[in-house]
């Protein structure tokens, strides 16, 4: 019974009005023909293929799981899933921001992660297959030898193959350092590869000829720990010559995961048992070009749960103008019936605006983010690139963290305005609470995410990253400071960047003598700083919607109270998160081992 309207108004204010997205690709050569009505019919086709082909396979998915074929390793989709993916593979939707030179149509970025917001919020399970994919492109096109971009690239881009990254063994997870995969050099140039992946998303299935897998594996010399890992490329099937499909390569699926979300996904345990495959870049620095596949995996998985917090949100507002339930504390509103709609009562309200607020806030920082990669990957400037490609480094576990958490509190508080039926399935609201929770803990736990953010983003360089968005913040504080108008959004903002700078000093300064104390603040610092986004990306909007609040368009006067109940009400959390943060570690580290 759960339904999805895709957000192409919002969508649509944060690239043109909130970002000028179209600005932004004027400066990039190879965008610069990318115009305002191009973005808007590319969404709106975009969206329709969603909210039609994927959205009513997303309960489907769910309910039939994938089927795994013990006799010859193969698993089947739930169905439709292999149909909707031959639509979306003949509508070339693949090559969307690939490269042209592959077959790509060479958009931006920040096109393509639009799309994606709105395939995640339809079908996450579905959308898993071609996003992993197009995790697998990126990074052959980053570090693949031409052969392999030639022979690779081109089947990847339009999605004629699909990709995955096998990095996950039993005996370790983020801690890669351990793994034992193993690689034998053979005399023609290949590798033979031996050994058991775990977790492996769309492993096996039957939506695609080919799946090629980027796989972490050790050669025979590797020395110990990450610095010997090393990164290959394993297909399926062994392209031909012609590029025709030959032989099965044996790495075949041993089982699937049956996990508590996400079942249209097949989530597999691949076995290789000396699988022919090829080296991507240099020995022992696989970490270093299968970062360039996990780093999009980061932010695809904060699009997935962005994707949960928007769908869950409309049908939880859909319920809420149609349950009635007792009548409004200031007297009843709906004379002629036995009870109120829920959605007079202010508890409820708040729940539904929590969401809204989460899926506006996580959209701006996911489509600021997707522009500093365009800018990174694209812009002329190589200065320009440089700072861009610092602030994509920073968000990144924002974006996969904080939006992670957030969908998870924002779904839970969708089914509970649904009452006794939310957790009944035939509404849909339990399956996105399962499916959102899962996103909190793959590719990097989010207390891993946090740990980066702290450790290798901001205390590694001094802050320096962090201080280069803070004069953004401080720019626009100042512009703004003799607005009246403005003062509810500006002072607050301006207050947070200053207790953000000496929560940093602070946390830096006793981490020197304790590097537990990093351990035990990050959580709660990356959700400071994760407000600190939302913050500015509110009051940027708020200006916007009070310039325009008089033009009879009531989607301005939505944004505005939005962005009042997110100062008022959300971001007042940021106080005690930054007491967490500076209570130390020291009540987590004194009770021993056995007394736990």
Same mark, same amino acid.
Not at 3 to 13: A, C, E, G, S, V
């Given at each position: 019974?759960?339904?999805y309207?895709?957000?192409?108004?919002?969508?649509?204010?944060?690239? =043109?009005?909130?970002?000028?997205?179209?600005?932004?690709?004027k400066?990039i050569?190879?965008? !610069?023909?990318?115009?305002?009505?191009t973005?808007?019919?590319?969404?709106?086709?975009?969206?329709?293929f969603?909210?039609?082909?994927?959205?009513?396979?997303?309960?489907?998915?769910?309910?039939?799981? @994938?089927?795994?074929?013990?006799?010859?390793?193969?698993?089947?989709?739930? *169905?439709?899933?292999k149909?909707?993916?031959?639509?979306?593979?003949? !509508?070339?939707?693949p090559? %969307?921001?690939?490269?042209?030179?592959?077959?790509g149509?060479?958009?931006?970025?920040?096109?393509?992660?639009a799309?994606?917001?709105?395939?995640?919020?339809?079908?996450?399970?579905?959308?898993?297959?071609p996003?992993?994919?197009h995790?697998?492109?990126d990074?052959?096109?980053?570090?693949?030898?031409? /052969?392999?971009?030639?022979?690779?690239?081109?089947k990847?881009?339009?999605?004629?193959?699909?990709g995955?990254?096998?990095l996950? /063994?039993?005996?370790?997870?983020?801690?890669? &350092?351990?793994?034992?995969?193993?690689?034998?050099?053979?005399?023609?140039?290949?590798?033979?590869?031996? &050994?058991?992946?775990?977790f492996?998303s769309?492993?096996?299935?039957d939506?695609?000829?080919?799946?090629? =897998?980027?796989?972490?594996?050790?050669?025979?010399d590797?020395?110990?720990?990450?610095?010997?890992?090393?990164?290959?490329?394993?297909?399926?099937?062994?392209?031909?010559?012609?590029?025709?499909?030959g032989?099965?390569?044996?790495?075949? @699926?041993g089982?699937?995961?049956?996990k508590?979300?996400?079942?249209?996904?097949?989530?597999?345990?691949?076995?290789?048992?000396g699988?022919?495959?090829?080296?991507?870049?240099q020995?022992?620095?696989? %970490?270093?070009?299968?970062?360039?596949?996990?780093?999009?995996?980061?932010?695809?998985?904060g699009m997935?749960?962005? $994707?949960?917090?928007?769908?869950?949100?409309?049908?939880?507002?859909?319920?809420?103008?149609?349950?009635?339930?007792?009548?409004?504390?200031?007297?009843?509103?709906?004379?002629?019936?036995?009870?109120?709609?829920?959605?007079?009562?202010?508890?409820?309200?708040?729940?539904?605006?929590?969401?809204?607020?989460?899926?506006? $806030? &996580?959209?701006?920082?996911?489509?600021?983010?997707?522009?500093?990669?365009?800018?990174?990957?694209?812009?002329?400037?190589?200065a320009?690139?440089? /700072?861009?490609?610092e602030?994509?480094a920073l968000?990144?576990?924002?974006?996969?963290s904080?939006?992670?958490?957030?969908?998870?509190?924002? *779904?839970? =508080?969708?089914?509970?305005?649904y009452? $006794?039926?939310?957790?009944i399935?035939?509404?849909?609201?339990?399956?996105?609470?399962?499916?959102?929770?899962?996103?909190?803990?793959?590719?990097?736990?989010? *207390?891993?995410?946090?740990l980066?953010?702290?450790?290798?983003?901001?205390?590694?360089?001094?802050?320096?990253?962090?201080m280069?968005?803070?004069?953004?913040?401080?720019?626009?504080?100042?512009?703004e400071?003799n607005?009246?108008?403005?003062?509810?959004?500006? /002072?607050?903002?301006a207050?947070?960047?200053?207790?953000?700078?000496? %929560?940093?000093?602070?946390?830096g300064?006793k981490?020197?003598?304790?590097?537990?104390?990093?351990?035990?603040?990050?959580?709660d610092?990356?959700?400071?700083?994760?407000?600190?986004f939302?913050?500015y990306?509110?009051?940027?909007? !708020?200006?916007i919607?009070l310039?325009?609040?008089?033009?009879?368009?009531?989607?301005?006067?939505?944004?505005?109270?939005t962005?009042?109940?997110?100062?008022?009400?959300? %971001?007042?959390?940021?106080?005690?998160?930054?007491?967490?943060?500076r209570?130390?570690?020291?009540?987590?580290?004194?009770?021993?081992?056995?007394?736990?």
């Amino acid at each position: 019974m759960s339904q999805y309207t895709p957000p192409i108004r919002d969508m649509q204010f944060v690239m =043109h009005e909130l970002f000028n997205a179209e600005a932004t690709f004027k400066e990039i050569p190879a965008f !610069a023909d990318m115009d305002a009505d191009t973005i808007n019919q590319i969404l709106e086709e975009g969206g329709k293929f969603c909210a039609e082909v994927l959205q009513p396979l997303n309960a489907v998915g769910d309910s039939e799981g @994938c089927t795994h074929n013990k006799t010859d390793f193969s698993v089947k989709t739930p *169905t439709g899933f292999k149909e909707a993916y031959k639509q979306y593979v003949e !509508a070339g939707w693949p090559a %969307l921001s690939c490269d042209p030179e592959f077959g790509g149509q060479g958009l931006p970025v920040t096109v393509n992660q639009a799309f994606y917001e709105m395939m995640n919020a339809a079908n996450q399970a579905w959308t898993m297959y071609p996003g992993l994919t197009h995790g697998a492109y990126d990074c052959l096109h980053a570090h693949g030898t031409p /052969e392999q971009k030639a022979t690779y690239l081109p089947k990847l881009t339009s999605g004629e193959w699909t990709g995955t990254m096998c990095l996950t /063994e039993p005996h370790c997870g983020t801690d890669l &350092g351990m793994l034992r995969s193993k690689a034998e050099p053979q005399a023609d140039g290949s590798y033979k590869i031996t &050994g058991a992946k775990i977790f492996i998303s769309s492993g096996e299935h039957d939506m695609a000829e080919n799946i090629i =897998h980027l796989v972490l594996a050790r050669l025979p010399d590797a020395p110990a720990g990450t610095k010997g890992i090393s990164l290959f490329l394993v297909p399926k099937f062994i392209p031909n010559a012609d590029g025709s499909l030959g032989a099965r390569n044996p790495i075949n @699926c041993g089982a699937i995961e049956h996990k508590m979300g996400i079942h249209g996904n097949s989530t597999c345990q691949m076995n290789l048992d000396g699988a022919t495959g090829w080296i991507i870049g240099q020995p022992h620095k696989g %970490l270093n070009a299968m970062f360039v596949m996990m780093n999009a995996a980061r932010l695809g998985v904060g699009m997935q749960s962005l $994707g949960l917090t928007e769908v869950a949100y409309q049908n939880a507002v859909v319920y809420a103008k149609d349950r009635i339930q007792s009548r409004s504390l200031t007297g009843p509103k709906q004379a002629d019936k036995p009870a109120d709609k829920i959605i007079v009562h202010p508890d409820v309200r708040k729940m539904l605006l929590t969401a809204r607020a989460y899926a506006e $806030g &996580g959209r701006a920082l996911c489509m600021w983010t997707s522009l500093e990669l365009d800018k990174e990957l694209s812009h002329p400037d190589e200065a320009v690139r440089k /700072e861009a490609a610092e602030m994509v480094a920073l968000t990144t576990p924002i974006v996969k963290s904080f939006i992670t958490d957030n969908a998870w509190e924002a *779904t839970s =508080h969708c089914l509970q305005v649904y009452g $006794g039926h939310g957790y009944i399935a035939e509404w849909g609201m339990e399956q996105y609470v399962r499916d959102s929770r899962i996103n909190m803990i793959y590719e990097g736990t989010n *207390t891993i995410q946090s740990l980066d953010l702290l450790g290798r983003k901001v205390l590694a360089d001094g802050g320096a990253k962090l201080m280069k968005f803070g004069k953004r913040v401080r720019a626009l504080c100042e512009a703004e400071a003799n607005n009246p108008a403005m003062k509810e959004f500006i /002072e607050p903002l301006a207050d947070l960047g200053d207790k953000v700078t000496k %929560l940093t000093m602070e946390i830096g300064g006793k981490a020197m003598a304790n590097p537990d104390e990093v351990g035990a603040a990050a959580v709660d610092y990356l959700r400071v700083v994760g407000h600190m986004f939302y913050a500015y990306f509110f009051a940027l909007s !708020a200006k916007i919607a009070l310039e325009k609040q008089n033009s009879g368009d009531n989607f301005y006067k939505a944004k505005l109270i939005t962005a009042r109940f997110y100062f008022q009400k959300m %971001l007042p959390e940021t106080a005690m998160l930054i007491r967490k943060a500076r209570a130390g570690s020291a009540v987590l580290m004194e009770m021993e081992e056995e007394l736990f």
